[in-house]
Structures are given as C-alpha cells and as structure tokens.
C-alpha cells in the first residue's frame, strides 16, 4: 500500500480528494493536515510514502513545509497539488524538494497514476507546467552539436521523448502512440539510462532544446 497524507487548508478539498483516492486499491490515506506545521508533525508520526501538499496555506504554506520534510523525512515524497501554476510556486516547490507539481483539475485517474510514480521516486508535471519550467532557460544555440547519446535513441525512444517535451503522461503518450502504458514505462526507463538523466524534468529540457532536431529524426 502506499500511505497518503493530504495537506489542504480547505477540508472540502481533502474529503473530496480522500474519497477519490480510497477508491484506488493500492492507496491508503493515513491522515490530513490543514497548513504545513500539522503536516510536519504528521509525517513525523505517520511516515506517509507521499504527501499531496497544497501551496497557499496559512501558518506555514506548502513550499516552506516541502523544505522542511526533504530536509529531515527525505523518505516521504511530497507531490504538491494546487490551483496556483506561478512560475515562482512551482519553481520553488521544486527548488525545495517537490517531486511533483499538478494541478487540482488533474483526474483522479492521472493524480492516482502521479502518486504511483512520486512513490517510486519519478517526478510528476502537470502538462503546462512543464513550458513554464522550460521558459526558464535560454534558447540552446543551434551551433550547438547533438549529443551522442541522444542520436543513438530509437526512432521510438525520439518519438517518446518528443511527447515528454510537450508534458503528455504516459497514459496520453501511450494513446498517441497506440502502444501500453507498460511498453511507455519502459521507453522512458531507456531514455533516462541512455541520456544520464535523473528524471522527467530534465528530459522534457533536454527535449525541447534538441525539438527540432528530434522530430526530423523520427
């Protein structure tokens, strides 16, 4: 089982999420918490495997409770879920320990799938989330040279790839692709070993550097 905690100020959120996600064999949601101090002291006692975490909360909000439980519970995952997609929030979600950013319109079905992943230790983000962390970053010059490990992916592994860029899951990559869930799963193991890569994130920049080149090599 994987062990929740919902951490919301407004308790109509966190019935609304439990009754969702009890519905999902493989979760148990072992507590709430209405701002981050609660939250604090609950992971200390309850040790969830992932905390849904809110932004704006009072007392303490989501993101300084994200810092406090990576700095001394490293083991619970915090996958924040909010209303707010703020470049700022969700980059200093991240920049603290966030394994996760989503928004509360995601599905119930996707946010199950979400936990699974942050669970395992994937990163998880909504799909406009990730051009907002993208935007980040400079424009990669085209001077630049591809690398090689990049070239040598399958025309698959590109394709692949190219969906990670644009923030597709691999339940809507799976659909594009006319391939399972599971063949996805291992497409992205491959990708991430053969480019070096710690997780979804650094591939969709990695990605939309190369865009160009990646889809006239599919």
Same mark, same amino acid.
């Given at each position: 089982?994987?062990?929740?905690?919902?951490?919301?100020?407004?308790?109509l959120?966190?019935q609304?999420?439990?009754?969702? #996600?009890?519905?999902?064999?493989d979760?148990?949601?072992?507590g709430?918490?209405?701002?981050?101090?609660?939250?604090?002291?609950?992971?200390?006692?309850?040790?969830?495997?992932?905390?849904?975490?809110d932004v704006?909360?009072?007392?303490?909000d989501?993101? =300084?409770?994200t *810092?406090?439980?990576?700095h001394h519970f490293?083991?619970? *995952?915090?996958?924040?879920?909010?209303?707010?997609?703020d470049?700022?929030?969700v980059k !200093? =979600?991240?920049?603290?320990?966030?394994?996760? &950013? #989503?928004?509360?319109?995601?599905? /119930?079905?996707? #946010?199950?799938?979400?936990?699974? !992943?942050?669970?395992k230790? &994937?990163?998880?983000?909504?799909p406009g989330i990730?051009?907002?962390?993208?935007?980040?970053?400079?424009?990669?010059?085209?001077?630049?040279?591809?690398?090689?490990?990049? =070239?040598?992916?399958?025309?698959?592994? *590109?394709?692949v790839?190219?969906?990670?860029?644009?923030?597709d899951?691999n339940?809507?990559? =799976?659909q *594009?692709? &006319?391939? /399972?869930e599971?063949?996805?799963?291992?497409?992205?193991?491959?990708? #991430?070993?053969?480019?070096?890569?710690?997780?979804?994130?650094? !591939?969709?920049?990695?990605?939309?550097?190369?865009?160009? &080149?990646?889809?006239?090599?599919?």
């Amino acid at each position: 089982m994987i062990t929740v905690l919902l951490v919301d100020d407004q308790s109509l959120i966190r019935q609304g999420l439990r009754a969702l #996600l009890e519905l999902e064999p493989d979760i148990e949601i072992v507590g709430e918490a209405e701002n981050g101090q609660i939250a604090i002291n609950l992971v200390k006692e309850l040790q969830p495997n992932v905390i849904l975490m809110d932004v704006r909360m009072p007392i303490m909000d989501g993101v =300084a409770a994200t *810092k406090e439980i990576n700095h001394h519970f490293p083991q619970s *995952k915090v996958l924040i879920l909010t209303t707010f997609d703020d470049e700022q929030y969700v980059k !200093a =979600a991240l920049q603290n320990g966030a394994m996760g &950013y #989503l928004l509360k319109d995601t599905p /119930s079905e996707e #946010l199950a799938v979400a936990i699974r !992943a942050v669970d395992k230790g &994937y990163s998880q983000l909504g799909p406009g989330i990730v051009k907002k962390l993208v935007t980040q970053f400079p424009a990669t010059p085209p001077v630049l040279s591809v690398p090689p490990n990049l =070239a040598e992916l399958t025309p698959r592994e *590109k394709e692949v790839l190219r969906l990670i860029a644009i923030g597709d899951n691999n339940r809507e990559i =799976a659909q *594009k692709l &006319y391939i /399972s869930e599971g063949t996805v799963k291992n497409h992205v193991t491959n990708i #991430l070993n053969r480019l070096n890569l710690r997780d979804r994130t650094q !591939a969709a920049i990695l990605a939309n550097s190369f865009f160009t &080149y990646i889809e006239q090599d599919i």
